[in-house]
């Protein structure tokens, strides 16, 4: 059994691949901490452009789109030829998403939280379950074979990435 | 098997498909339908959450009031969670942990699915009566022979039986409706199986999205809904084989 497990680590380490050294400048992402405030910046906003689509969901005349760790895209789909974003809330380090009888759960940091979206034009923030998701530090971008600036345990948790030019995309996965 | 392949096996949410698909008037009282890559799902009066390693249950009887119920330890690298009726697939980079969830509050892991030739880096599923359909990525620095939709027996949940494996480019996620199957590939594009015959999928379309590649779908009742890399696609289904472009929201 210590030896399976031994296997298993192994292979599961083998995946986030190390680059022998820092290359040339090339495009990859870049790790952003968690700073002081950020949880705190929760509500609806502006419809706004999307830069790092995630996961999907549907309810009702509702499609819902995860922008990556920072929140969702609520979509109206009243007339599907026609859909059109009509807001934005934010939710910092949201991944998730899931509704059942006009609420809305997420992932904000490492809480649950509950919107009642009954009035989906304002989305009313219901209930928190602090530290519901100890786990939440993300250790790899979102996207598949990506070279990426290895994370720093010192600078705090990661709660989103960047796709920028880096000079020492040292990592890959 | 011959291949070396892993199995990622998880079921669509069913329930809620269907339920939409039953209910012109959606009932307040529902859930929505997620994509094959979720990491949330509720069934019936119970939200399921997997992080890296926990399967958690929280009851929300009172959906304003989520009650946390238990976590229980599942194992590495865990990635996506689908109901199939009174079972939760949970799948991670290396197996499938099958848990029954007869009594909703306390599920009980029944077994897991496992390739005997290893192979790491998969992705999500989507099953349904008496298949399961998974789509195996062999891109990326973690090796491999090839990519493919695999596809399962699961009459017996507890162990699968590979049944076919149709090559793909490098698949991520999937979702079916009635016996037409849609399979997002980063090279053939949204990819249409017919699966009137469950275990051998017959291919009938395939599309491409300018400058996008599809990551997930779900199919809720005539709509397609496509999380590609710029954004949601969104496409008429009315036509099941044969999905018609609406709009890209970006």
């Given at each position: 059994?210590?030896?399976v497990?031994l296997?298993?680590?192994?292979?599961l380490?083998?995946c986030?691949q190390?680059?022998?050294?820092?290359?040339?400048s090339?495009?990859?992402?870049?790790?952003?901490?968690?700073t002081?405030?950020?949880s705190?910046?929760?509500?609806?906003?502006?419809?706004?452009a999307?830069?790092y689509?995630?996961?999907i969901?549907a309810y009702?005349?509702?499609?819902?789109?995860v922008?990556?760790?920072r929140?969702i895209?609520?979509?109206?789909?009243?007339n599907?030829?026609?859909?059109?974003?009509?807001?934005f809330?934010?939710?910092?380090?949201?991944?998730?998403?899931a509704i059942?009888?006009?609420?809305l759960?997420?992932n904000?940091?490492?809480?649950l939280?509950?919107f009642?979206?009954?009035?989906?034009?304002?989305p009313?923030l219901v209930?928190?379950?602090?530290g519901?998701f100890p786990?939440f530090?993300?250790e790899?971008?979102p996207?598949?074979?990506?070279?990426?600036?290895?994370?720093?345990?010192s600078?705090?948790?990661?709660i989103a990435?960047?796709?920028?030019?880096?000079?020492n995309?040292?990592c890959?996965? | 098997?011959k291949?070396?392949?892993?199995v990622?096996?998880?079921?669509?949410?069913l329930?809620?498909c269907e339920?939409a698909?039953?209910?012109a008037?959606?009932s307040a009282?529902g859930?929505?339908?997620?994509?094959?890559?979720?990491r949330?799902t509720?069934?019936?009066?119970?939200l399921?959450?997997?992080?890296?390693?926990?399967?958690?249950?929280?009851?929300?009887?009172d959906p304003?009031q989520?009650v946390?119920?238990?976590?229980?330890?599942?194992?590495?690298?865990i990635?996506?969670?689908?109901?199939?009726?009174?079972k939760l697939?949970?799948?991670?980079?290396?197996?499938?942990?099958?848990f029954?969830?007869?009594?909703?509050?306390?599920?009980q892991?029944q077994g897991?699915a496992i390739?005997?030739?290893?192979m790491?880096r998969?992705?999500?599923?989507?099953?349904?009566d008496?298949?399961?359909?998974a789509?195996?990525?062999?891109?990326?620095?973690?090796g491999?022979?090839?990519?493919?939709?695999a596809?399962?027996?699961?009459?017996?949940?507890?162990?699968?039986?590979h049944?076919?494996?149709?090559?793909?480019g490098?698949p991520?996620?999937?979702?079916?409706?009635?016996?037409?199957l849609?399979?997002?590939d980063?090279?053939?594009g949204?990819?249409v199986y017919?699966?009137?015959?469950?275990?051998a999928?017959v291919?009938?379309n395939?599309l491409?999205?300018?400058?996008n590649?599809f990551?997930d779908?779900i199919?809720?009742n005539?709509l397609?809904?496509?999380?590609v890399?710029k954004?949601m696609?969104?496409?008429n289904?009315?036509?099941?084989?044969?999905p018609a472009?609406l709009?890209?929201?970006?």
């Amino acid at each position: 059994m210590r030896y399976v497990l031994l296997l298993l680590l192994s292979g599961l380490a083998a995946c986030v691949q190390p680059r022998n050294e820092a290359g040339p400048s090339m495009m990859g992402y870049a790790p952003v901490y968690l700073t002081g405030q950020t949880s705190n910046n929760i509500g609806m906003s502006a419809a706004r452009a999307t830069k790092y689509p995630g996961k999907i969901y549907a309810y009702q005349q509702w499609l819902f789109q995860v922008e990556q760790y920072r929140g969702i895209h609520i979509i109206d789909n009243s007339n599907p030829q026609q859909a059109h974003k009509m807001g934005f809330l934010e939710i910092p380090s949201c991944t998730e998403i899931a509704i059942k009888a006009n609420h809305l759960y997420t992932n904000n940091l490492d809480d649950l939280v509950v919107f009642d979206i009954s009035n989906i034009g304002a989305p009313q923030l219901v209930k928190r379950l602090d530290g519901a998701f100890p786990q939440f530090s993300q250790e790899y971008p979102p996207v598949p074979s990506a070279y990426f600036e290895c994370p720093d345990p010192s600078k705090g948790l990661v709660i989103a990435w960047e796709e920028k030019l880096l000079d020492n995309a040292k990592c890959r996965r | 098997m011959k291949q070396q392949i892993i199995v990622l096996i998880a079921a669509i949410i069913l329930f809620g498909c269907e339920k939409a698909a039953e209910n012109a008037s959606f009932s307040a009282g529902g859930n929505g339908t997620g994509g094959s890559m979720a990491r949330f799902t509720i069934v019936g009066n119970h939200l399921y959450t997997v992080d890296k390693s926990n399967l958690k249950v929280f009851e929300i009887s009172d959906p304003a009031q989520p009650v946390f119920k238990r976590s229980v330890p599942v194992g590495f690298e865990i990635e996506t969670i689908f109901p199939f009726k009174d079972k939760l697939f949970i799948g991670s980079t290396s197996v499938v942990h099958i848990f029954s969830i007869a009594d909703p509050a306390n599920p009980q892991k029944q077994g897991e699915a496992i390739s005997p030739e290893f192979m790491r880096r998969c992705d999500p599923v989507v099953a349904k009566d008496t298949v399961a359909y998974a789509t195996l990525r062999t891109t990326g620095p973690c090796g491999g022979t090839r990519s493919v939709l695999a596809v399962y027996d699961v009459r017996n949940v507890q162990q699968p039986v590979h049944r076919n494996a149709i090559t793909l480019g490098a698949p991520y996620g999937l979702g079916y409706t009635g016996n037409t199957l849609y399979v997002c590939d980063q090279l053939q594009g949204l990819v249409v199986y017919d699966i009137t015959q469950a275990y051998a999928p017959v291919q009938v379309n395939s599309l491409l999205l300018t400058g996008n590649d599809f990551i997930d779908v779900i199919p809720f009742n005539n709509l397609l809904v496509a999380w590609v890399s710029k954004g949601m696609a969104l496409y008429n289904i009315t036509d099941k084989a044969n999905p018609a472009f609406l709009t890209l929201i970006d």
